[in-house]
């Protein structure tokens, strides 16, 4: 069974950082893809970074390119999501979630497994 478990959330003033962690266990965490996602009160959960089993390659929603990095380190299973310059509508619960694939996707339906999630909030 796939457990994700998030970790690195919390209150950041705007123009901060902060760094997500997500631990992978259950299955061979190097074969497939990761993603991060996040929901605001009373909004969809929305895509917001990705990242291949191969080469390594992200993807990020437009909201959030440049300002956040997604890596991965396959010897310790765990996933991260770097956000600098936060800005308040950055404040959500944020996912960890694994697709059956090595590719990277960016849509809820095609991520099998996701993680309890971790508050981010950014006061302004």
């Known amino acids: 069974q796939v457990q994700l478990v998030e970790s690195g959330g919390g209150l950041v003033q705007a123009g901060g950082s902060l760094r997500l962690s997500c631990a992978a266990s259950?299955?061979?965490?190097?074969?497939?893809?990761m993603g991060w996602f996040r929901q605001a009160p009373g909004k969809e959960r929305e895509f917001v970074a990705a990242?291949?089993?191969?080469?390594?390659?992200?993807k990020y929603a437009d909201s959030v390119k440049g300002r956040f990095t997604i890596s991965r380190d396959n010897a310790k299973n765990t996933v991260y999501l770097q956000m600098n310059s936060l800005k308040p509508e950055d404040t959500a619960v944020y996912y960890c979630?694994?697709?059956?694939?090595?590719?990277?996707?960016?849509?809820?339906?095609?991520?099998?497994?996701w993680g309890q999630g971790t508050q981010v909030t950014v006061s302004s």
């Open positions: 990242i291949s089993s191969i080469n390594y390659i992200e």
């Open positions: 259950g299955r061979t965490f190097s074969t497939y893809a």
């Open positions: 979630a694994a697709p059956n694939t090595g590719r990277v996707v960016t849509t809820t339906g095609e991520y099998s497994y």
